[in-house]
């Protein structure tokens, strides 16, 4: 079956690096985003990998490997806005290329 | 540029009765996608619009479920009647790009939180 995972919940320090992984199994895979997500407010795009490697914006970095099923969102310098819901999700050409999504990764960020 | 708007924000009705969900999306974007999340749970798709054609509504829960996009730009999606485990976040999604196509990125609405008592 379809199946997205990331942790529930993680928890940084201000300045600090997180790595929130997402894991998936999927039978059509055609390229992975992440989404944050404030509380009360819209998803916003992160960042998309649909080949192999690291995908660096900024503070932001994604990394994907493919033949592992495996994902990871990177965040440097955190600060207190970062804290929010980070959403995985992963478009499957066996699904009419519709977004299958994680439950996401609420990260608290502490000074 | 004005983002996806829903309305209402909020709603709170009772068990048997109908709601009326509206999305307006960013002006110019040919796909509409509606998704709900119940607490605690993921995002789930409901239904893709490609202008004003259904494109794919496989999610879509049951028969009691009706999107409309008249005209290929704002979107409704009616509930009737509505029951318990229809409650959750409703929220749409515009993109300007085909759905396949490399980075389709989506822009959010804010969603419409729906309480079915």
């Known amino acids: 079956g379809q199946n997205i995972d990331q942790p529930t919940e993680m928890t940084a320090t201000e300045g600090a690096i997180v790595q929130i992984n997402c894991t998936y199994q999927?039978?059509?895979?055609?390229?992975l985003f992440w989404y944050q997500q404030h509380a009360g407010e819209a998803p916003t795009f992160l960042s998309y990998?649909?080949l192999d490697g690291l995908e660096e914006k900024g503070r932001f970095s994604s990394f994907l490997s493919r033949s592992k099923g495996y994902s990871y969102l990177l965040l440097k310098e955190l600060q207190m806005k970062d804290s929010a819901s980070y959403l995985c999700?992963?478009?499957?050409?066996?699904?009419?290329?519709?977004?299958?999504w994680g439950a996401g990764t609420k990260l608290i960020i502490k000074p | 540029e004005a983002g996806v708007t829903q309305f209402p924000s909020h709603s709170v009705i009772e068990k048997g009765q109908t709601v009326t969900l509206r999305c307006d999306p960013i002006?110019?974007?040919?796909?509409l996608y509606w998704y709900r999340r119940v607490m605690g749970k993921e995002i789930k798709f409901l239904l893709h619009?490609?202008?004003?054609?259904?494109?794919?509504e496989s999610g879509m829960p049951n028969n009691r479920f009706l999107a409309e996009r008249t005209g290929g730009t704002y979107s409704t999606l009616k509930v009737q009647p509505a029951e318990l485990e229809d409650s959750g976040v409703y929220f749409c999604?515009?993109?300007?790009?085909?759905f396949g196509e490399g980075n389709n990125e989506q822009f959010f609405g804010p969603g419409t939180r729906l309480t079915v008592l």
């Open positions: 999604a515009s993109s300007s790009k085909r």
């Open positions: 002006s110019g974007h040919d796909n």
């Open positions: 990998n649909v």
């Open positions: 619009f490609v202008k004003e054609s259904k494109q794919d």
């Open positions: 999700a992963v478009r499957d050409v066996d699904s009419n290329y519709q977004l299958i």
């Open positions: 999927t039978s059509g895979f055609n390229g």
